[in-house]
């Protein structure tokens, strides 16, 4: 999928897509960089638009190891499919994380990367993705996903990172990858 199509989709519905562009090759390094991603047996990938940080969790991860992709477009499940035609897409929510790894054959899961705009999102989304995510991913599992730095200075966004806590022993935030359109960090957090 071109940055063409991408804008379109964006500008279709800003608040489902988050993002201007497609992550960086350099955001996609940071968000796999101490989770241990290659060490897990199961691993869910969170709204993975065009594939910019699949094909870093593709290569990060054992073959040997269950990897599951949820993407609620329709045109990014589509081609998805097409550029990674080994792994599995599920198109739907991931408020639906449960059912969708029950349909798949994933009791838990070791890790899970996330590329959701939790800026835009309401509160009672945030809680809704987070509380369905505690339904699947194990006692010591591992999320890693990244915000903006501007989604700092928005309400969501920082009541975003003040959930976290909540639902994690360990919140940790890497450096800002500068090299990313717009500029971002990673929230690397363990249950």
């Given at each position: 999928m071109g940055l063409m199509e991408?804008?379109?989709?964006?500008?279709?519905?800003?608040?489902?897509?988050?993002?201007?562009?497609?992550?960086?090759?350099?955001?996609?390094?940071?968000?796999?960089?101490?989770?241990?991603?290659?060490?897990?047996?199961?691993?869910?990938?969170?709204?993975?638009?065009?594939?910019?940080?699949?094909?870093?969790l593709v290569r990060a991860v054992q073959p040997s190891c269950q990897f599951l992709?949820?993407?609620?477009?329709?045109?990014?499940?589509?081609n998805l499919r097409e550029v990674f035609p080994n792994i599995t897409i599920h198109q739907g929510s991931v408020?639906?994380?449960?059912?969708?790894?029950?349909?798949?054959g994933i009791r838990m899961v070791d890790c899970i990367v996330s590329g959701l705009p939790w800026a835009a999102?309401?509160?009672e989304m945030q809680r809704t993705f987070l509380d369905a995510m505690m339904t699947v991913l194990k006692p010591g599992?591992?999320?890693?996903t990244f915000a903006y730095l501007q989604?700092?200075?928005?309400?969501?966004?920082?009541?975003?990172?003040?959930?976290?806590?909540?639902?994690?022993?360990?919140?940790?935030?890497?450096p800002t990858v500068w090299r990313n359109l717009p500029p971002a960090f990673v929230y690397r957090c363990r249950r």
């Amino acid at each position: 999928m071109g940055l063409m199509e991408f804008l379109r989709e964006f500008a279709t519905n800003p608040s489902a897509i988050g993002a201007i562009a497609p992550s960086s090759e350099s955001l996609g390094a940071e968000i796999v960089r101490g989770i241990d991603i290659e060490k897990a047996e199961a691993v869910l990938e969170y709204g993975p638009g065009t594939g910019a940080l699949t094909s870093h969790l593709v290569r990060a991860v054992q073959p040997s190891c269950q990897f599951l992709a949820i993407e609620r477009n329709p045109r990014f499940a589509e081609n998805l499919r097409e550029v990674f035609p080994n792994i599995t897409i599920h198109q739907g929510s991931v408020a639906d994380v449960r059912a969708i790894c029950d349909e798949h054959g994933i009791r838990m899961v070791d890790c899970i990367v996330s590329g959701l705009p939790w800026a835009a999102f309401s509160p009672e989304m945030q809680r809704t993705f987070l509380d369905a995510m505690m339904t699947v991913l194990k006692p010591g599992g591992r999320l890693a996903t990244f915000a903006y730095l501007q989604g700092l200075l928005v309400p969501a966004g920082q009541r975003f990172a003040s959930l976290l806590p909540e639902y994690f022993s360990e919140v940790k935030r890497s450096p800002t990858v500068w090299r990313n359109l717009p500029p971002a960090f990673v929230y690397r957090c363990r249950r």
